[in-house]
């Protein structure tokens, strides 16, 4: 139902579009259901999606380029990375 009441929107396309077009890597705190992972993801750039409720992250391990994506379940307070990110969306 996430997906249906919070789905693609217009702020969904500029976050989007902050990335560029040259692969980069990419953190969505606070990720959900993958929405705007998967977009970053089917775009060619490295993404983590991180995201406390587990139940999210299993919706979004069903996306279409899910397998391209890290996934964590974490706060965003505890999330540590050894990655350095060239974006960070929440």
Same mark, same amino acid.
């Given at each position: 139902l996430?997906?249906?009441d919070c789905g693609w929107g217009v702020d969904s396309a500029f976050y !989007?579009?902050?990335a560029g077009s040259e692969a980069r890597n990419v953190l969505d705190?606070?990720?959900g259901t993958?929405? !705007?992972s998967n977009a970053y993801a089917s775009l060619g750039h490295h993404v983590t999606g991180v995201d406390p409720a587990q139940a999210m992250l299993d919706v979004a391990r069903h996306k279409q380029h899910a397998h391209m994506i890290r996934w964590v379940c974490s706060s965003a307070q505890a999330f540590r990375s050894a990655h350095r990110f060239d974006l960070i969306v929440m």
């Open positions: 996430h997906d249906q !989007l579009s902050l705190l606070g990720c993958g929405i !705007l």
